[in-house]
């Protein structure tokens, strides 16, 4: 008994899926419906007609070798990417082991290392607050050249005055020195003993000026 | 032919780049031309099988030859493409793209088509394209996907209900509603279907 409704189920089917001798089969199985061959024959001419459209869309030839080299680029960019990122991925891991990682001490051990870290941090604390040594300081000679000035020579004559004594008295008088002199020359060396300077000594300058300083 | 695939998978999976792209390029006519018409833009579809091999070439280390290299790849390609369309109806909030004849320009152009092609040959498959991706860019993503995987893939309605993850029959429904959608743009009916005439390049058009 043919059923159109339970055959027109099954004619898309057969129209993608088979071979052309199977259609032709169909065909003559549908001899007997028309519109059940028309049905057939509408969806498998339209099929046709989409798989020839689709072809005539397809790239020519030249398209391939643009295609390849674009696809070989992004693998290329791919898999420098995914090198940073697996580098990056690897630093990570190690440096989460390194925080993560445990270390098992016996307690007697620990104690005994946090006491020496202790000391060390306490001892290292002292040495710093204590001032440190003065390093003597470093002597550094250096020449330098002065200008001088010029010379110049002044000459001064000093008078003194003359206490005007009568040579007479004068003459015994130096004699009578002399004479002590000797005598005590004589006993003693001479020597500055008993020397007084005079509490002022008087100078009296005289500017001299030659006739071309005016 | 399949030891020269398992000599050039064994390389590939050792980090082996020219092997990949050996392999890449037995499969990869098939996989442009199923993103070509699943997004109906030359762009949108390199951008797409593109990603279908990278994703393979991340993933190759994984394929354990339990089944064929391409079924595992199609399987890839299949993920690749839904999560395409839900990227894209994120961004679109899930609008249909219309196809224009301005983008069947674009398919032409990079296809490089051959300029000896006859005008009217030219023209007419040009408009075919343009009834054929009109009828496709109807349907929703996962009903062309569908479509594509029967009728490009020869896939059976049970393997395609495993991968895109619905029901045979839901796979039926969607396989339906494309040939009806393709009947209706392509004026196939009852009547037409006796009318149809062989163009030159051997496409069939409703008179």
């Known amino acids: 008994m043919h059923n159109c409704k339970a055959n027109r189920e099954r004619l898309i089917e057969a129209a993608m899926t088979s071979t052309p001798s199977d259609q032709s089969a169909i065909e003559l199985e549908l001899r007997g419906c028309p519109a059940c061959l028309a049905e057939f024959e509408s969806v498998r001419s339209s099929l046709r007609i989409t798989d020839q459209a689709m072809q005539a869309t397809a790239p020519a030839e030249s398209f391939w070798a643009g295609y390849n080299s674009r696809l070989r680029q992004s693998l290329e960019r791919d898999a420098a990417t995914r090198s940073q990122s697996r580098n990056r991925a690897a630093f990570r891991i190690s440096l989460r082991n390194l925080f993560d990682s445990h270390l098992r001490v016996p307690v007697p051990v620990a104690l005994v290392l946090i006491a020496v870290f202790g000391l060390t941090v306490f001892f290292a604390g002292r040495s710093q607050r204590a001032p440190l040594s003065s390093s003597p300081p470093s002597v550094i000679t250096r020449t330098i050249e002065v200008p001088v000035v010029q010379e110049r020579l002044v000459t001064q004559i000093v008078y003194r005055d003359r206490i005007r004594v009568p040579q007479d008295r004068s003459r015994q008088a130096f004699a009578n020195t002399a004479r002590r002199r000797n005598a005590t020359s004589d006993s003693n060396p001479a020597s500055l003993s008993g020397f007084k300077p005079a509490n002022e000594a008087r100078l009296t300058i005289i500017k001299g000026s030659y006739q071309n300083d005016k | ?207």
């Open chain 2, 1 to 207: 032919m399949t030891n020269i695939e398992d000599e050039l998978i064994k390389r590939a999976q050792s980090a082996d780049m020219d092997a990949f792209c050996l392999l890449a390029k037995q499969y990869e006519r098939r996989i442009y031309l199923l993103a070509l018409n699943y997004c109906h833009n030359p762009q949108d579809a390199e951008d797409l099988s593109q990603e279908v091999w990278l994703k393979a070439y991340q993933a190759l280390k994984n394929f354990r030859s339990e089944s064929s290299f391409y079924t595992w790849l199609r399987r890839i390609t299949i993920n690749c493409f839904l999560n395409h369309r839900r990227a894209r109806s994120y961004r679109w909030g899930g609008q249909t793209t219309d196809v224009t004849l301005a983008s069947m320009e674009g398919i032409e152009d990079t296809a490089g088509a051959a300029p000896d092609m006859n005008s009217e040959r030219s023209l007419h498959n040009r408009i075919m394209a343009e009834k054929v991706m009109q009828a496709l860019s109807e349907l929703t993503p996962p009903q062309r996907l569908i479509f594509l995987l029967k009728h490009h893939e020869g896939m059976t309605y049970e393997e395609i209900a495993k991968e895109i993850g619905c029901s045979t029959g839901a796979a039926k429904k969607s396989v339906h509603r494309a040939v009806a959608k393709l009947r209706q743009h392509l004026n196939v009916g009852d009547q037409e279907s006796a009318t149809f005439r062989t163009l030159p390049n051997g496409i069939e058009i409703g008179v």
